[in-house]
């Protein structure tokens, strides 16, 4: 009866712990922070895509399980996220299509 006690005990902080950390990410970034990640794409199992706004700079960064690397740097960088037809996937196009 203790032990069924204790594992409830355990899953509410848990579940606790949970609700607050996502109710810290709705906030948005912290004022005086310069690296935020604005958006993040799963391409497979350990391999991602993630768009990095470092001061107002946009980074499109490729990662791996063993390494990160540069894609390319973007001219703009969304606010608060993509708009119709002016997300980075079509930046990104975009870019490629003038190299």
Excluded: N, Y
Excluded at 10 to 31: D, E, H, K, Q, T
Excluded at 62 to 91: D, H, N, S, Y
Aim: hydrophobic content about 45%; some cysteine.
């Amino acid at each position: 009866m203790a032990s069924i006690v204790s594992m409830t005990l355990v899953l509410a902080g848990l579940a606790g712990l949970m609700w607050w950390f996502r109710r810290l990410a709705a906030r948005g970034p912290i004022p005086g922070r310069h690296i935020q990640v604005l958006e993040t794409v799963a391409l497979g199992p350990g391999k991602c895509l993630h768009l990095v706004r470092l001061g107002d700079r946009g980074l499109l960064l490729a990662c791996g399980p063993q390494r990160c690397e540069l894609i390319c740097e973007l001219e703009t960088v969304p606010q608060a996220g993509p708009a119709a037809g002016t997300g980075w996937i079509e930046i990104f196009r975009q870019r490629l299509g003038r190299i």
